[in-house]
């Protein structure tokens, strides 16, 4: 049982590359989670999928895409990167309800140059 | 939109002191929870609290709920190395479904100094 596995764990881009962090929970959660942590700006939510086809913006989803591809699976995409997308990503999945814990992933530490 | 609060940001103790962080939101919370970020790692489910007044603890750890169900507090009693990481509290999003989403505070960075 891995919990929530997300690749890669580094990457360095150079801006305007584009590339895709891969997230899967074997939990069998309904919901999924993008967030990305900065110094002292906590974790914030980047996009959200409440269900399996479905996917929903969080507070920070410019510059984003993802892609919900089964039940187990969520994608980040970053388009175009630029250097203020420099962060670490965390992929995560909960039942879903309120007051359901969140389980993350180890993060993906992404460098934009 | 709904904020979560968290002072201090940093906290640095020698081991054996006592540590607390102290959280507090925009609104009432259906719940809160609370999670520890080890450096390096990723954040790890500590505990929730629901009822309006609750204390929990967990050995050296202790958790409250506010009455008003809008801020919460975490005390370590004679802080160990081993508690050395950022602390998050974190409360569920505001209005309607909210689908697990949680608003996390920015955390208290927590240094043991031995």
């Known amino acids: 049982n891995a919990g929530v596995t997300q690749t890669p764990k580094f990457q360095v881009l150079k801006t305007g590359q584009s590339m895709t962090l891969q997230c899967a929970q074997d939990?069998?959660?309904?919901?999924m989670y993008w967030y990305r942590q900065d110094p002292g700006m906590g974790l914030r939510l980047i996009y959200y999928?409440?269900?399996?086809?479905?996917?929903d913006k969080g507070e920070v989803p410019n510059g984003y895409n993802v892609s919900r591809l089964n039940k187990r699976e969520f994608s980040l995409r970053l388009e175009s990167a630029a250097p203020s997308q420099t962060s670490v990503y965390f992929c995560?999945?909960?039942?879903?309800?309120?007051?359901?814990?969140?389980?993350f992933g180890e993060g993906s530490w992404l460098t934009v140059v | 939109g709904q904020q979560v609060m968290q002072i201090p940001q940093y906290q640095h103790v020698q081991e054996g002191e006592d540590f607390t962080t102290y959280c507090n939101s925009s609104?009432?919370?259906?719940?809160i929870q609370w999670y520890k970020q080890r450096p390096g790692g990723h954040p790890v489910f500590l505990i929730q609290?629901?009822?309006?007044?609750e204390v929990k603890k967990q050995k050296r750890l202790t958790f409250q709920f506010g009455e008003a169900k809008k801020n919460s507090s975490l005390h370590i009693t004679a802080t160990q190395t081993t508690d050395v990481g950022t602390y998050f509290c974190?409360?569920?999003?505001?209005?309607?479904?909210?689908?697990?989403?949680?608003?996390f505070g920015q955390g208290t960075i927590l240094t043991v100094h031995p």
């Open positions: 995560a999945s909960s039942d879903g309800n309120s007051g359901n814990t969140i389980y």
């Open positions: 939990m069998n959660h309904n919901s």
């Open positions: 999928s409440a269900s399996e086809g479905t996917t």
């Open positions: 609104t009432t919370l259906s719940n």
């Open positions: 609290l629901v009822k309006s007044g």
């Open positions: 974190a409360g569920p999003h505001a209005g309607g479904t909210s689908y697990g989403k949680l608003t």
